[in-house]
T-cell receptor, first 113, second 113 residues
Framework: GAVVSQHPSRVICKSGTSVKIECRSL??????MFWYRQFPKQSLMLMAT?????????EQGVEKDKFLINHASLTLSTLTVTSAHPEDSSFYIC?????????FGSGTRLTVV | QQQVKQSPQSLIVQKGGISIINCAYE??????FPWYQQFPGKGPALLIA?????SEKKEGRFTISFNKSAKQFSLHIMDSQPGDSATYFC????????????FGGGTRLMVKP
């Protein structure tokens, strides 16, 4: 089946630094990718929708200058958390739509210290 | 506005029993209803999905029951096993709304040996 590869799986960074998370569709082309944030014991919260070659669409309340999304190709979308702070610590998950539905990446656990 | 309400929040079932998780939605434009299974530290994985033109879909031990008039759908896990212990999310999407998934709040299932 369709596979979405997400890296890194875990990252610890210092407050004030930036972190980039990559999401790749391995065996299909993903025109649209979605980025979610998940807090412990909570559901997935959609942050933004990225479309290849165009600007991402952010959900209400999500800071577009803090969470930079780039979807430069049909197989790669990146999320950069800029000037990270401890409150940005969370589980970030990407998803891509393919023929039979949505495939999710394995998630990235971000810890900002 | 929570468009997909999921219950219960947590569920404990004995091995071999039936696990039942329910979801209700409000948006009648939803036309795709998937269920996802998520293990700790991992991204969600598609279990089974249904479209509103059928009332039931079965795949192995997993069955979705769909009631369009009541705007409800449920997941039944037959012969529940300890390996089924995970968090389950229902979701819904509409082609007219860009196919973005709206998730339920999740159900933490524990299957006791």
């Amino acid at each position: 089946g369709a596979v979405v590869s997400q890296h890194p799986s875990r990252v610890i960074c210092k407050s004030g630094t930036s972190v980039k998370i990559e999401c790749r569709s391995l065996d299909f082309q993903a025109t649209t990718m979605f980025w979610y944030r998940q807090f412990p014991k909570q559901s997935l919260m959609l942050m933004a929708t990225s479309n290849e070659g165009s600007k991402a669409t952010y959900e209400q309340g999500v800071e577009k200058d803090k969470f930079l999304i780039n979807h430069a190709s049909l197989t790669l979308s990146t999320l950069t958390v800029t000037s990270a702070h401890p409150e940005d610590s969370s589980f970030y998950i990407c998803s891509a739509q393919e023929t039979y539905g949505y495939t999710f990446g394995s998630g990235t656990r971000l810890t900002v210290v | 506005q929570q468009q997909v309400k999921q219950s219960p929040q947590s569920l404990i079932v004995q091995k071999g029993g039936i696990s039942i998780i329910n979801c209700a939605y409000e948006n009648t434009a939803f036309d795709y209803f998937p269920w996802y299974q998520q293990f700790p530290g991992k991204g969600p994985a598609l279990l089974i999905a249904i479209r509103p033109d059928v009332s039931e879909k079965k795949e192995g031990r997993f069955t979705i029951s769909f009631n369009k008039s009541a705007k409800q759908f449920s997941l039944h896990i037959m012969d529940s096993q300890p390996g089924d212990s995970a968090t389950y999310f229902c979701a819904a999407s509409s082609e007219n709304a860009g196919n973005m998934l709206t998730f339920g709040g999740g159900t933490r299932l524990m299957v006791k040996p």
